[in-house]
Each structure stands twice: as structure tokens, then as C-alpha cells.
């Protein structure tokens, strides 16, 4: 199937195998470039600065995809709260 369709190809004029080279790269491009329709909100920690101090951790520049796709950063700051066992939880606020 492979021969055939590659020989026919080579039987097209240069602006038809233009032209059909063009609207495939641009039906790709489309494919490749569309966002997600649904995208899962995400935290990237990974990619941003995280510092602990005392009972603070400051994560500064976290990039999040939103549902829509795209890219935000946030500071986020979570004080942290030790129990006599050694547990630890959230600070409320």
C-alpha cells in the first residue's frame, strides 16, 4: 500500500505535492497545537522554589494547568502544626 500511494505522489505536479504537503502539515499542526478539551488541573511543584522554615513550607512560582489548558503561577504558603505524637496537620487559615 505504501509503494502505491508514494508513487502516485511522485506522479503529481510540484504544486500539487505542494499544496498537499502544506494541508497535511497544517491538519497536523492543528491536531498538535488544539489544547486538551478537558484538561485535569495540575500543580507542577516540581518546577517552582520550595523553602522550609520553622513550621512554614513557601512554594513561590508554582506553575498550575487549569481546566482549560493553560498556565498560571501561585505562591502558596502552608503553616504546619506538630501534635505531642509528631503528627502533623494544616494550620487552619
Excluded: C, W
Excluded at 502516485?8 to 498538535?32: I, W
Excluded at 489544547?35 to 513550607?57: F, H, K
Excluded at 498550575?64 to 509528631?86: E, F, M, R, W
Amino acid at each position: 500500500m505504501r509503494v502505491t500511494l508514494v508513487s502516485h505522489f511522485e506522479q503529481l505536479s510540484k504544486s500539487s505535492r505542494l499544496a498537499l504537503a502544506v494541508s497535511a502539515g497544517l491538519g497536523l499542526g492543528t491536531v498538535l497545537a488544539s489544547p486538551a478539551i478537558a484538561a485535569t488541573p495540575t500543580p507542577y511543584l516540581q518546577d517552582s522554589t520550595i523553602v522550609g522554615s520553622g513550621g512554614t513550607l513557601t512554594a513561590s512560582n508554582v506553575p498550575v494547568q487549569t481546566s482549560t489548558g493553560s498556565i498560571v503561577y501561585k505562591d502558596v504558603t502552608i503553616q504546619l502544626n506538630a501534635a505531642t505524637n509528631g503528627n502533623l496537620t494544616i494550620a487552619p487559615g
